[in-house]
């Protein structure tokens, strides 16, 4: 081993404490000299903590004595303390330097500060952290939930409702079942939420979040903590059942949030539950004490942008109709349901087969399954924000009998002419916004034409031609298999890596066109440079307004739509 414990007890001879004692796994510990620490700030003891392998592998940490968690600001679970500390290898120090750097900003960073009085307030720069910390203290696999799931926003005043714990994941969702979301989002939980059992919730909203020297501990606590923001009628609804019968109907929760996070409690009492083990039943009994729990977001707001995309709320409403589920369609869909949009209508007649495998959002699994039904369903399941319906049936015969009011957005991604034909017909009698997506063989172009919703692909009745072609960017010889869904058994090579990045500017542009960020239509074309095109077919030639991305790896470029 290339680094002398010797050489370190040399440097910080005032601060170790020998003997050094063998920790788990081989590692090597000193305890830390702290000294005299003022009333009301002691630490039992910490020490350093050098893992087996150090220099060369492992971080040093420094660990709190148990009684410092939660009394003491930046203790992480087991103790370890949360400050600059040790790099880690290949950062251009050696092992005693990383040391000492991690000794001297605990005295100097930590312990002078926390003497001081200077961190006191430093638990509600995290407190969700600490409360994690709490709920992992007093985790046990007798615990009535293991976690809230909250799917809507936060009340304006204190208020009773109901919820539903879900077994066997113990899952608390704060919601009735007659959310359509919630529904949604149970199904997508499939045998985790085998058993529902309904609970009762007092939703509470906070100005501050809990710290550790002011979250309930106990049941009187937490009453009287409820009793002070509940209405009387509320609180006595709440509690009479818990404290008046040894056992109650339904499980009592308390949920305390704000915009910083939320806090859970199980109130004791409450039914026990029957879990069903193999073939065996048992039931479980209801908590003594108040249990904390842990409280998430599932909400599209929280989950799609982490509240920082506005868009998300204005996308739950919209409306858009995806024609095609290939290589291109496929990951599209699953994209803007990522990004929430709320409904989305998927038309393609295909099934899957083994040529899609390498390209396709979908694998084995769906072999010979309809394309449209097994990408609603899987995507649904995967993102239970948005409403999927799937359609069997050819784009163009499907557009020939429907109509397309209250559609907010059309992407065709079939490659198909008829498709557009028949699509451009239905906008003349309700208009709509359109996108057209395709790629060129090898992906070594791809297009998106973003067209507003009074802009047509055939600007009158008796126009016949087609833009599609010359919008390309490449010339083709004719012994180039092109690749165009529901046209062709044959299929020109591409990788699922290749089609990525028009995947990427179709997503984008489509919700620039359905947030109504883009003023006007246009067309908008990545190019690959001439290495790219010579490795998939020799001397190829880009048209006049594509040959700027000849000496590039790859451009982009935007054209307004005429």
Same mark, same amino acid.
Request: aromatic residues 8%.
């Given at each position: 081993m290339s680094f002398e414990l010797a050489s370190l007890t040399d440097k910080l001879a005032d601060v170790l404490v020998e003997p050094a004692t063998?920790?788990?796994?081989?590692?090597?510990?000193?305890?830390?000299?702290?000294?005299?620490?003022?009333?009301?700030?002691?630490?039992?003891?910490?020490?350093?903590? $050098?893992?087996?392998?150090?220099?060369?592998?492992?971080?040093?940490? @420094?660990?709190?004595? !148990?009684? =410092?968690?939660?009394? &003491? /600001?930046?203790?992480?679970?087991?103790?370890?303390?949360?400050?600059?500390?040790?790099?880690?290898?290949?950062?251009?120090?050696?092992?005693?330097?990383?040391?000492?750097?991690?000794?001297?900003?605990?005295?100097?960073?930590?312990?002078?500060?926390?003497?001081?009085?200077?961190?006191?307030?430093?638990?509600?720069?995290?407190?969700?952290?600490?409360?994690?910390?709490?709920?992992?203290?007093?985790?046990?696999?007798?615990?009535?939930?293991?976690?809230?799931?909250?799917?809507?926003?936060?009340?304006?005043?204190?208020?009773?409702?109901?919820?539903?714990?879900?077994?066997?994941?113990?899952?608390?969702?704060?919601?009735?079942?007659?959310?359509?979301?919630?529904?949604?989002?149970?199904?997508? $939980?499939?045998?985790?939420?085998?058993?529902?059992?309904?609970?009762? @919730?007092?939703?509470? !909203?906070? =100005?501050?979040?809990? &710290? /550790?020297?002011?979250?309930?501990?106990?049941?009187?606590?937490?009453?009287?903590?409820?009793?002070?923001?509940l209405k009387p009628p509320d609180f006595q609804r709440f509690i009479e059942k818990t404290l008046r019968r040894r056992r109650s109907r339904e499980h009592r929760i308390a949920l305390f949030r704000n915009h910083e996070g939320g806090f859970g409690f199980v109130l004791p009492g409450g039914p026990p539950v029957i879990l069903q083990e193999g073939n065996r039943q048992r039931a479980r009994r209801p908590p003594t004490r108040i249990q904390p729990i842990s409280v998430d977001r599932i909400d599209p707001m929280w989950t799609v942008g982490r509240d920082q995309i506005s868009q998300v709320s204005d996308r739950q409403q919209k409306h858009v109709v995806v024609l095609g589920a290939g290589a291109l369609g496929s990951p599209v869909i699953e994209q803007i349901a990522k990004a929430g949009i709320g409904k989305i209508t998927i038309v393609d007649s295909d099934v899957m087969e083994t040529a899609n495998l390498g390209r396709h959002l979908l694998g084995v699994p769906f072999l010979e399954y309809s394309k449209a039904d097994s990408v609603a369903n899987e995507v649904s399941r995967n993102h239970p924000s948005c409403t999927i319906k799937a359609i069997n049936d050819k784009a163009e015969a499907w557009l020939s009998t429907v109509e397309l009011k209250g559609v907010d957005a059309v992407l065709d991604l079939t490659g198909e002419p008829s498709v557009r034909w028949q699509l451009n017909e239905a906008r003349r009698k309700h208009p709509c916004k359109m996108l057209v997506g395709w790629m060129e063989p090898f992906v070594a172009a791809a297009h998106v034409c973003a067209l507003t919703s009074e802009t047509l692909w055939f600007p009158d009745e008796t126009s016949t031609e087609d833009r599609f072609n010359s919008l390309e960017a490449i010339d083709w010889p004719d012994g180039v298999i092109r690749q165009v869904p529901g046209c062709s058994s044959r299929f020109q090579a591409y990788t699922s890596a290749n089609a990525a990045y028009a995947v990427a500017m179709v997503t984008e542009n489509a919700l620039l066109l359905i947030d109504e960020e883009m003023k006007s239509s246009k067309a908008v074309s990545w190019i690959r440079g001439r290495e790219f095109l010579d490795k998939q077919w020799k001397n190829l030639t880009y048209r006049d307004w594509a040959k700027g991305a000849e000496q590039h790896p790859g451009i982009m470029l935007e054209r307004a739509f005429i």
């Open positions: 063998s920790g788990n796994n081989g590692g090597t510990v000193y305890r830390l000299n702290l000294g005299e620490l003022p009333a009301g700030r002691a630490i039992s003891f910490a020490e350093l903590i $050098l893992p087996k392998g150090f220099p060369e592998t492992g971080i040093a940490r @420094i660990r709190l004595s !148990p009684e =410092s968690e939660l009394r &003491v /600001p930046h203790v992480e679970r087991d103790g370890f303390l949360c400050i600059d500390g040790d790099p880690g290898p290949g950062r251009g120090l050696d092992g005693e330097e990383r040391v000492v750097s991690l000794v001297a900003n605990f005295f100097r960073k930590f312990l002078a500060p926390w003497c001081n009085g200077d961190l006191d307030a430093d638990f509600s720069k995290e407190p969700q952290n600490y409360w994690d910390v709490h709920v992992a203290r007093l985790k046990s696999n007798d615990d009535t939930a293991r976690g809230i799931w909250t799917v809507d926003e936060i009340p304006r005043k204190a208020q009773i409702r109901e919820g539903l714990l879900l077994h066997p994941a113990r899952l608390v969702i704060a919601s009735d079942g007659d959310n359509q979301f919630v529904q949604r989002l149970i199904a997508s $939980l499939g045998f985790r939420a085998k058993q529902r059992v309904r609970v009762i @919730i007092a939703d509470i !909203p906070i =100005s501050r979040s809990f &710290v /550790p020297s002011t979250w309930p501990r106990n049941t009187d606590e937490l009453l009287r903590l409820l009793q002070a923001r």
